[in-house]
């Protein structure tokens, strides 16, 4: 650790006098969020410190060794957050994004990626609380106020780290519960008018808080709505490269179905990268009547592993190329893919310039149109693309591979990356390391009935209606609990009445989706049942030997 580091300490105590700080600064403060929101905005700008420690008296004496060797690990912010009790909260965000890979937590006992701050125990990078601000004053209770802030920084790109060893095993923990008007506040400045009100009518409905209590709550708020939307947090290099990119070991994998002429012009593409792959794994699973027997020798300048499969399933194709991969990195792409000559080295400055084992990039589909706004700048990754994602091999070998029940449908790539996030491993995006992706009209998941209509289609069309499928649902009863499930479901019944488009084609769309209803809500429970069972039929996931 330079010996120049500079952490300032913001003790929050009325009665506890702070402790020797041999680290910087030490300002004292009550715990509440007036206080702490007048603290950054008086002194952060004159900080000549890297760091702010803020922390709660009642954990005692910080560490300063542990401190500073925090300081020295991937990240922006580093907490105890799920050690101190912010798990689950706020429970409103369950009515807006109830299955979104970052809603679950993992152990609180392992480092992880987690938006959930406390105060009590964070430590913040001085730039983070210029550039971004630091807790909204409007708040009753600090704990809100946290969440809010440390669901803003990740949305926004600072990466935000749990780090359990913070704090002492004896420390103090409290139990938290929210205010209404907290829980109400939060959805206003982190989510859509429609979300916001979406998420009073479910609370209404299931009971969870009455109208009037939420409307005397909601008449209190006088702050505008999502305020800091397009302030970005553009990260600096975390490492320079210590290493040779050169010398890296990359595997490139490639499952294909009936797709020769896309999966020609991506191996012709990898012919040309700037750092070249160690091998490409083609996990082929065309019928053999079918089959084209003379890729081998048209790419034969290439490192080029072609293994067929009999059976077409992908994650059994993925599985088995990745266990006769040799690479000390893997490479997902798809077959309907077109790539840049200097993919592989984007992804791999990538990792070892944010120190995260997982890069992924973004996905050019022309037909959908231009980019959503989360997809429009570094941060932390709550996506896992297998069509344009590098990892290293330890990675999967503690997390697992690919699990067999989306063999035939979609979330196969969701399922592998939220059990990568659940162990702990930092994944980061970067929307600079691009790949076209077709959406070829046959082949892929096409063979097997899914993706027909996808959310984008069903959005443009009147009579078109996206409903999940199966697999999908089985991934939320896999990693989210009853309440979230439910939620879930529901969010997706309302987007069969969503479309991009003028007045007269939405009330075309709100009527027709309101006559087919009853359909709806009988599929959706069909498909429900259908992923219950799914939980008996397949196996335990399978691990990298």
């Not at 929101?37 to 542990?66: C, H, I, M």
């Amino acid at each position: 650790m330079p010996q120049t580091i500079r952490i300032d300490l913001i003790w929050q105590s009325e009665k506890y006098p702070p402790p020797e700080w041999p680290l910087g600064e030490v300002f004292t403060v009550n715990a509440d969020t007036q206080s702490l929101y007048n603290v950054v905005r008086e002194k952060s700008q004159a900080s000549s410190a890297q760091f702010w420690l803020f922390w709660d008296s009642r954990l005692g004496n910080p560490d300063t060794a542990v401190i500073a060797e925090i300081a020295t690990t991937p990240g922006d912010v580093w907490h105890a957050g799920l050690k101190l009790g912010t798990s689950g909260l706020p429970t409103w965000i369950n009515f807006v994004v109830p299955t979104w890979m970052l809603n679950r937590d993992p152990d609180n006992d392992i480092v992880s990626t987690s938006w959930r701050v406390s105060l009590a125990a964070c430590l913040v990078r001085t730039e983070v609380l210029i550039k971004m601000g630091g807790v909204h004053k409007e708040f009753v209770s600090l704990a809100g106020a946290a969440l809010e802030m440390g669901h803003r920084y990740i949305s926004q790109g600072v990466y935000v780290r749990h780090i359990p060893a913070m704090i002492a095993k004896s420390s103090f923990i409290e139990s938290i519960k929210l205010p209404l008007y907290d829980e109400l506040l939060f959805i206003h400045l982190r989510f859509s008018r429609l979300q916001f009100w979406w998420s009073i009518f479910r609370a209404v409905l299931i009971g969870n808080s009455s109208l009037v209590s939420i409307l005397r709550a909601w008449r209190k708020i006088n702050v505008p709505s999502q305020p800091d939307r397009d302030l970005i947090y553009n990260r600096s290099a975390l490492l320079e490269n210590p290493h040779r990119l050169e010398d890296a070991r990359v595997t490139v994998l490639i499952p294909t179905l009936e797709r020769y002429p896309y999966l020609r012009v991506v191996l012709d593409q990898l012919r040309r990268q700037t750092i070249k792959p160690l091998e490409i794994v083609v996990v082929d699973q065309t019928p053999l009547e079918e089959r084209d027997m003379a890729l081998a020798e048209e790419f034969k300048d290439l490192p080029l592993n072609l293994i067929h499969l009999d059976y077409a399933g992908q994650s059994t194709a993925r599985n088995v190329g990745l266990q006769a991969s040799k690479g000390d990195y893997i490479l997902f792409i798809d077959d309907d893919d077109e790539i840049q000559n200097n993919l592989i080295e984007l992804h791999l400055k990538n990792i070892h310039q944010s120190l995260a084992p997982v890069s992924s990039g973004y996905a050019v589909e022309p037909e959908s149109g231009p980019a959503p706004y989360e997809f429009t700048y570094a941060r932390i990754s709550d996506v896992f693309p297998t069509n344009n994602t590098l990892i290293r091999r330890e990675v999967l070998q503690s997390s697992g591979l690919f699990d067999l029940a989306y063999d035939k449908g979609q979330q196969a790539d969701g399922d592998l990356g939220m059990r990568i996030y659940l162990n702990g491993t930092l994944m980061s995006y970067n929307p600079t390391i691009e790949v076209l992706h077709h959406h070829a009209p046959r082949g892929g998941l096409r063979t097997h009935k899914a993706r027909v209509i996808t959310a984008g289609l069903s959005r443009q069309k009147v009579m078109l209606r996206r409903l999940p499928h199966q697999t999908e649902i089985y991934l939320s009863l896999r990693y989210f609990d009853a309440h979230q499930v439910r939620e879930y479901l529901w969010l997706k019944v309302r987007g069969t009445f969503a479309i991009h488009s003028g007045l007269p084609r939405k009330i075309a769309k709100l009527v027709i989706g309101l006559l087919i209803l009853p359909n709806t809500l009988w599929k959706m429970r069909q498909r429900y049942k259908a992923a219950t069972q799914m939980f008996e039929v397949y196996p335990q996931i399978d691990y990298l030997k």
